[in-house]
């Protein structure tokens, strides 16, 4: 067997390097062999030299996409890799030592499973997570990829899936449902989906999908991240994913006048009230002004 690790990459040279040094610490066996397809995306800071600095420490097949965007990078690495599986990480990433063994022990228990998914913890660095993020934290944790499923292997299915940071899918699925260019993040742009997209098909086409309880990593975040302004413009992607997924979603008045009402009620409350309260009419207002703007920019009533 042959597995293909596949990162993305766009100025996060800082981050990319602990994701590599913690990848030099996995386990492998004789069972498998492993490539490591690391896309840069036309990155303007140090990334090439990282990933250079890594080349003679792990198994790189270093790629050079200039087409801007996550979803271009992700299916280059699809066109290039060369395992039986596709296993997706991050490049701001911690994967534990047994991660790569045991999504092969998952890959040889059930050859028929067409895609797997694991454990995502956040990790905060230093002032660490803020209080009022802490407090809403059931509403906050989608921002930072927080997944877990709990400690047993139970089936995935459209309406539980793994999230783009740590899940795999079998290759010859993968190269069928390749990731939809209306997706995925573009810079700075978070219209993200394009993983939960691909799944939802290989899903609703009968492919099966398997937990993998051993198979975790931790996600960085770093401080600029721990803010209301990344966590709007997450939001904000969100309701424009709704658009594009033909999700169920205000229609574009209705969600301009919501997205209006919605962010009155989060300025009067920001600092009247506790952040349960005015957190939930922040992220509301940045789902109804992302559909608004979709909507808008497609000519759409």
């Known amino acids: 067997m042959k597995i293909s690790v596949a990162i993305c990459t766009w100025n996060r040279s800082r981050l990319l390097r602990r994701t590599l040094e913690r990848l030099c610490e996995i386990n492998t066996d004789g069972r498998f062999s492993w490539e490591l397809i690391l896309?840069?995306?036309?990155?303007?800071?140090?990334?090439?030299?990282?990933?250079?600095?890594?080349?003679?420490?792990?198994?790189?097949?270093?790629?050079?996409?200039?087409?801007?965007?996550?979803?271009?990078?992700?299916?280059r690495a699809v066109a290039e890799a060369s395992?039986?599986?596709?296993?997706?990480?991050?490049?701001?990433?911690?994967?534990?030592?047994?991660?790569l063994v045991s999504y092969v022990d998952a890959f040889e228990a059930e050859p028929e499973v067409a895609f797997f998914g694991g454990a995502i913890e956040p990790w905060f660095e230093p002032p660490g997570r803020p209080e009022w993020i802490e407090s809403t934290w059931e509403k906050c944790k989608p921002v930072y990829a927080a997944r877990d499923i709990g400690e047993t292997p139970v089936d995935l299915t459209e309406d539980r899936l793994p999230y783009g940071a740590n899940f795999a899918i079998r290759t010859d699925f993968q190269r069928v449902y390749l990731y939809d260019p209306m997706l995925g993040r573009v810079r700075s742009a978070m219209i993200g989906g394009e993983e939960t997209h691909v799944l939802e098909q290989i899903a609703r086409a009968g492919g099966k999908g398997r937990w993998v309880p051993n198979a975790k990593v931790q996600h960085i975040v770093p401080a600029d991240r721990a803010t209301e302004r990344y966590i709007r413009s997450y939001y904000v992607g969100?309701?424009?994913?709704?658009?594009?997924?033909?999700?169920?979603?205000?229609?574009?008045?209705?969600?301009?006048?919501?997205?209006?009402?919605?962010?009155?009620?989060?300025?009067?409350?920001?600092?009247?009230?506790?952040?349960?309260?005015?957190?939930?009419?922040?992220?509301?207002?940045?789902?109804?002004?992302?559909?608004?703007?979709?909507?808008?920019?497609?000519?759409?009533?």
């Open 83 to 99: 395992g039986d599986y596709v296993v997706w990480t991050d490049n701001d990433v911690l994967v534990c030592k047994n991660w």
């Open 39 to 75: 896309v840069n995306n036309h990155s303007t800071d140090d990334t090439a030299q990282v990933i250079d600095d890594f080349s003679g420490l792990l198994p790189i097949v270093s790629l050079f996409e200039p087409v801007q965007g996550l979803t271009p990078c992700r299916n």
């Open 238 to 301: 969100q309701g424009q994913a709704n658009v594009l997924f033909n999700k169920q979603g205000s229609r574009r008045m209705v969600a301009l006048l919501d997205a209006s009402y919605q962010s009155l009620l989060y300025r009067l409350k920001r600092h009247r009230k506790q952040p349960d309260e005015w957190v939930s009419h922040m992220i509301r207002a940045c789902i109804s002004w992302g559909e608004f703007t979709s909507y808008r920019s497609r000519s759409l009533p």
